[in-house]
T-cell receptor
């Protein structure tokens, strides 16, 4: 079975720009979550999508938005980038929205805002 | 609401020595608990999980963890450290998030394990 794949792996953007990060979930998984991991910190929950609908959100402003597609892949969009948005963005998929089976993480997208 | 505290941001052991990484959690409902490992410039790999079955959980690469409800702990152990175990380890609890029916993961700040030859 294929795992979670994220693209791109690295990205450099200028403050104020917009960015889109992509994630393909593991085969058979219908739930996708996004996390932000700042340097030296644990991942922080941004939001989760279950069957194409947002199913919970962490403490992130509305300029962080997302989508989930019928094939359960997902996008994370960030508008009006700020320097503090520089982080590793991780996508995780699971076969249920309770995570009983565990979450499979991708390798992440390293975003640098300059 | 749930939270995770990992005691010790950095643990150093000798090759062949016991590895003990500490994790305490807070959760208002019976938790699902996880340990993940992260190698440099990579994502998170699941080591093991507790989902209310056996309290002693065995994972990959010789790691295991014991769920102790009375102590609200889920410490990670490995009898004999190997050089390849050097990485960052994250404990996480899964509990109901706000604004939806999702069960989000709440992570600790991580423990960096170094293994000395």
């Amino acid at each position: 079975e294929t795992g979670v794949t994220q693209s791109p792996t690295h990205l450099i953007k200028t403050r104020g720009q917009q960015v889109t990060l992509r994630c393909s979930s593991q085969s058979g998984h219908n739930t996708v979550s996004w996390y932000q991991q700042a340097l030296g910190q644990g991942p922080q929950f941004i939001f989760q999508y279950y069957r194409e609908e947002e199913n919970g959100r962490g403490n992130f402003p509305p300029r962080f938005s997302g989508l989930q597609f019928p094939n359960y892949s997902s996008e994370l969009n960030v508008n009006a980038l700020e320097l503090d948005d520089s982080a590793l963005y991780l996508c995780a998929s699971s076969g249920d929205n309770r995570g009983v089976g565990g979450y499979t993480f991708g390798s992440g997208t390293r975003l640098t805002v300059v | 609401a749930q939270s995770v505290t990992q005691l010790g941001s950095h643990v150093s052991v000798s090759e062949g020595a016991l590895v003990l990484l500490r994790c305490n959690y807070s959760s208002s409902v019976p938790p699902y608990l996880f340990w993940y490992v992260q190698y440099p410039n990579q994502g998170l790999q699941l080591l093991l999980k507790y989902t209310s079955a056996a309290t002693l959980v065995k994972g990959i690469n010789g790691f295991e963890a014991e769920f102790k409800k009375s102590e609200t702990s889920f410490h990670l152990t490995k009898p004999s450290a190997h050089m390849s175990d050097a990485a960052e380890y994250f404990c996480a609890v899964s509990g109901k998030g706000s604004g939806g029916s999702n069960y989000k993961l709440t992570f600790g700040k991580g423990t960096l394990l170094t293994v000395n030859p």
